[in-house]
């Protein structure tokens, strides 16, 4: 059942019930379905034992009436001294004894029904005597000699033999492909010197299968006879030409049985095969039922309980599933809530309309929900006011060294320079400390910081001895809008104590702004020693203030990010690219901001 905790609970539950009423219901109608088809399969095979008898019994009454006629040519006693008769030499005599002969033999024809059948008899004298009006293939002794069945016949001493199939012997029908059945035996004399004759007695195979097929009705039924040989005998339509493995099949199936019943493949068709064994000559009746004939009793009530079982099934389904959608609807409402609250919505209610136990449970949510709305509302206004006073607190902040250093540099300058521009020097520090002390308000205009940042670049080239080589190039149209104060100065500050550390000279730093979009974009650009992507994760991920005799303030890279998110959103904030001894380049992203309410 693993696969269920995938699903919802209404498909859980639908699963569930037809699960337990599907099995029980299918396992009872296989097993009814099993029951009635061996029923069926037994009646039907019965059946077909029956109408296998018939086919035997037919069969069997074409053979018997041949030997009756045989009985009656070979116990003639006046055909037996017209054989023996030797005394008529003159062709008159001789078309005599032939033509009482032939009457005898004719007469014969009558015990065995209304078939086309021809009777032979060949003396020992080599005299032909034929039913035929046309010319045998044994048109003399010696080729009738030759024949492999008169030899055989000739050897069992006046038993009967049966020659099934026969080849046609009839000149004038040799290319037709009509074979006989024959029986073949030997007549023998008490006196006289024509000791014996050989009787054949020949029926066409398909006259006997006309004989069957009038007798009894074969749609798709298949026969056949196979003889004591393995030989096939006949066959109808259905069967068609049986030979090869079929064959090989169904005499290791039949061998040493008197009758049974087998299924098989035939033709890439199941058939059910049952046969029976003729007295005499001792052949095999074989009968085949295509096996979904068998099953025809049996599949229609099938389909019809099973399209009954479908309906049913189909409409007990839709019962269930509207059931089962009107007890989960409140859950599926519920979660999807709850889903949202993962996501950071907690504006969100569950609608509580019934007291079970959903209900229950989405009043409880409902004040779980309300709890951490307050709670996060709580929290982020502390930490903004943690962040507030944090940064209010550094900016309150000027590093003594700084102060010191860069009035000593003041001082060699003007030693120096004999006065020239130290009244710049300290009006560009007034500007500093003032834009630093007086500001109070978070925000400042573009410009406002642009030029803090120029002061903030002019004392630095100072205190680096000219070294430094800072570039503005700030598009106008961003000059008016409104930014967080203390932004780029930590960077550019980064820029110039770490960016080009171990580097004489050519120091050069380019800070560009621009709009882009609803945004304003500033790069800060140097051309220093660059440094890896675990340096950068490492400037980003940092959460503390930075210190040092060469720093201004001790507002970091990080916390100019956090600053940044905090008040406009994660999509905003400081992104470092950079490649070692390649500089570096620092993006900052913030939106357009015209008026801020403080």
């Given at each position: 059942m693993r696969w269920l905790k995938f699903k919802s609970i209404q498909n859980k539950i639908?699963?569930?019930?037809?699960?337990?009423?599907?099995?029980?219901?299918?396992?009872?109608?296989?097993?009814?379905?099993?029951?009635?088809e061996a029923v069926i399969k037994e009646n039907t095979v019965n059946m077909a034992f029956s109408t296998n008898q018939q086919i035997t019994?037919?069969?069997?009454?074409?053979?018997?009436?041949?030997?009756?006629?045989?009985?009656?040519?070979?116990?003639?006693?006046?055909?037996?001294?017209?054989?023996?008769?030797?005394?008529?030499?003159n062709p008159f005599d001789q078309y005599q004894k032939h033509r009482k002969i032939v009457g005898k033999l004719t007469s014969a024809l009558g015990i065995i029904l209304k078939f086309n059948v021809y009777v032979t008899l060949i003396d020992s004298r080599g005299n032909i005597y034929t039913t035929s009006n046309m010319s045998l293939e044994y048109g003399d002794m010696e080729s009738a000699a030759a024949a492999s069945w008169y030899r055989e016949v000739m050897a069992m001493n006046g038993r009967i033999l049966w020659i099934a199939p026969h080849q046609n012997y009839i000149a004038e029908e040799r290319q037709s492909g009509k074979d006989f059945i024959s029986l073949a035996r030997v007549i023998h004399f008490d006196q006289g010197t024509a000791s014996k004759a050989v009787l054949l007695i020949s029926i066409y195979i398909d006259e006997v299968e006309r004989f069957i097929e009038r007798s009894m009705f074969l749609e798709n039924e298949g026969y056949a006879i196979i003889n004591t040989r393995g030989e096939v005998v006949l066959t109808n339509r259905k069967m068609g030409e049986l030979g090869g493995e079929d064959l090989a099949f169904l005499?290791?199936?039949?061998?040493?049985?008197?009758?049974?019943?087998?299924?098989?493949?035939?033709?890439?068709?199941?058939?059910?095969?049952?046969?029976?064994?003729?007295?005499?000559?001792?052949?095999k009746s074989v009968y085949l039922i295509p096996y979904d004939n068998l099953m025809k009793p049996v599949r229609q009530p099938e389909r019809t309980t099973v399209f009954f079982l479908l309906f049913i099934v189909?409409?007990?389904?839709?019962?269930?599933?509207?059931?089962?959608?009107?007890?989960?609807?409140?859950?599926?409402?519920?979660?999807?809530?709850?889903?949202?609250?993962?996501?950071?919505?907690?504006?969100?209610?569950?609608?509580?309309?019934?007291?079970?136990?959903?209900?229950?449970?989405?009043h409880s949510f409902n004040h779980?929900?309300?709890?951490?709305?307050?709670?996060?509302?709580?929290?982020?206004?502390?930490?903004k006011e943690k962040k507030e006073a944090h940064f209010k607190a550094l900016q309150a902040q000027i590093n003594p060294h700084f102060l010191l250093n860069t009035l000593n540099?003041?001082?060699?300058?003007?030693?120096?320079?004999?006065?020239?521009?130290?009244?710049?020097?300290?009006?560009?520090?007034?500007k500093l400390f003032e834009f630093v002390v007086n500001k109070r308000s978070e925000h400042v205009a573009v410009e406002e910081e642009i030029e803090y940042l120029k002061s903030y670049a002019t004392l630095m080239n100072i205190r680096y001895n000219r070294e430094l080589d800072v570039q503005f190039h700030v598009d106008p149209e961003i000059l008016k809008f409104k930014m967080l104060k203390f932004i780029l100065q930590p960077i550019v500050e980064n820029a110039i104590i770490h960016g080009f550390s171990g580097r004489a000279e050519n120091k050069r730093i380019e800070i560009r702004g621009y709009p882009s979009g609803e945004d304003v974009v500033f790069e800060i650009r140097d051309n220093g020693i660059g440094m890896s992507a675990q340096k950068i994760g490492s400037i980003l991920a940092e959460n503390q203030e930075t210190t040092g005799k060469d720093r201004i303030t001790g507002i970091g890279i990080s916390n100019v990010n956090e600053r940044i998110k905090m008040n406009y959103g994660a999509n905003y904030g400081v992104r470092i690219s950079s490649a070692e001894r390649e500089g570096t380049t620092v993006t900052v992203r913030i939106p357009k901001i015209t008026n801020v309410e403080e």
């Amino acid at each position: 059942m693993r696969w269920l905790k995938f699903k919802s609970i209404q498909n859980k539950i639908v699963f569930s019930v037809l699960a337990f009423m599907l099995v029980p219901i299918a396992a009872l109608s296989y097993v009814k379905s099993k029951n009635t088809e061996a029923v069926i399969k037994e009646n039907t095979v019965n059946m077909a034992f029956s109408t296998n008898q018939q086919i035997t019994a037919n069969v069997q009454q074409i053979i018997n009436s041949v030997i009756v006629a045989s009985n009656v040519v070979a116990m003639d006693a006046e055909v037996k001294d017209l054989l023996e008769d030797d005394r008529r030499s003159n062709p008159f005599d001789q078309y005599q004894k032939h033509r009482k002969i032939v009457g005898k033999l004719t007469s014969a024809l009558g015990i065995i029904l209304k078939f086309n059948v021809y009777v032979t008899l060949i003396d020992s004298r080599g005299n032909i005597y034929t039913t035929s009006n046309m010319s045998l293939e044994y048109g003399d002794m010696e080729s009738a000699a030759a024949a492999s069945w008169y030899r055989e016949v000739m050897a069992m001493n006046g038993r009967i033999l049966w020659i099934a199939p026969h080849q046609n012997y009839i000149a004038e029908e040799r290319q037709s492909g009509k074979d006989f059945i024959s029986l073949a035996r030997v007549i023998h004399f008490d006196q006289g010197t024509a000791s014996k004759a050989v009787l054949l007695i020949s029926i066409y195979i398909d006259e006997v299968e006309r004989f069957i097929e009038r007798s009894m009705f074969l749609e798709n039924e298949g026969y056949a006879i196979i003889n004591t040989r393995g030989e096939v005998v006949l066959t109808n339509r259905k069967m068609g030409e049986l030979g090869g493995e079929d064959l090989a099949f169904l005499l290791e199936r039949m061998a040493d049985r008197h009758q049974g019943d087998f299924v098989m493949d035939y033709r890439q068709e199941k058939m059910q095969v049952v046969f029976t064994s003729l007295n005499n000559p001792g052949w095999k009746s074989v009968y085949l039922i295509p096996y979904d004939n068998l099953m025809k009793p049996v599949r229609q009530p099938e389909r019809t309980t099973v399209f009954f079982l479908l309906f049913i099934v189909m409409g007990f389904t839709a019962v269930l599933v509207y059931i089962s959608y009107a007890i989960t609807k409140p859950v599926k409402k519920l979660a999807a809530q709850m889903n949202k609250v993962k996501y950071g919505q907690f504006n969100v209610r569950a609608q509580a309309k019934s007291d079970d136990e959903v209900g229950v449970l989405a009043h409880s949510f409902n004040h779980m929900v309300v709890g951490i709305e307050r709670l996060m509302e709580r929290v982020k206004r502390e930490e903004k006011e943690k962040k507030e006073a944090h940064f209010k607190a550094l900016q309150a902040q000027i590093n003594p060294h700084f102060l010191l250093n860069t009035l000593n540099a003041i001082k060699w300058t003007a030693y120096m320079e004999k006065v020239p521009h130290i009244a710049s020097m300290v009006e560009t520090l007034g500007k500093l400390f003032e834009f630093v002390v007086n500001k109070r308000s978070e925000h400042v205009a573009v410009e406002e910081e642009i030029e803090y940042l120029k002061s903030y670049a002019t004392l630095m080239n100072i205190r680096y001895n000219r070294e430094l080589d800072v570039q503005f190039h700030v598009d106008p149209e961003i000059l008016k809008f409104k930014m967080l104060k203390f932004i780029l100065q930590p960077i550019v500050e980064n820029a110039i104590i770490h960016g080009f550390s171990g580097r004489a000279e050519n120091k050069r730093i380019e800070i560009r702004g621009y709009p882009s979009g609803e945004d304003v974009v500033f790069e800060i650009r140097d051309n220093g020693i660059g440094m890896s992507a675990q340096k950068i994760g490492s400037i980003l991920a940092e959460n503390q203030e930075t210190t040092g005799k060469d720093r201004i303030t001790g507002i970091g890279i990080s916390n100019v990010n956090e600053r940044i998110k905090m008040n406009y959103g994660a999509n905003y904030g400081v992104r470092i690219s950079s490649a070692e001894r390649e500089g570096t380049t620092v993006t900052v992203r913030i939106p357009k901001i015209t008026n801020v309410e403080e």
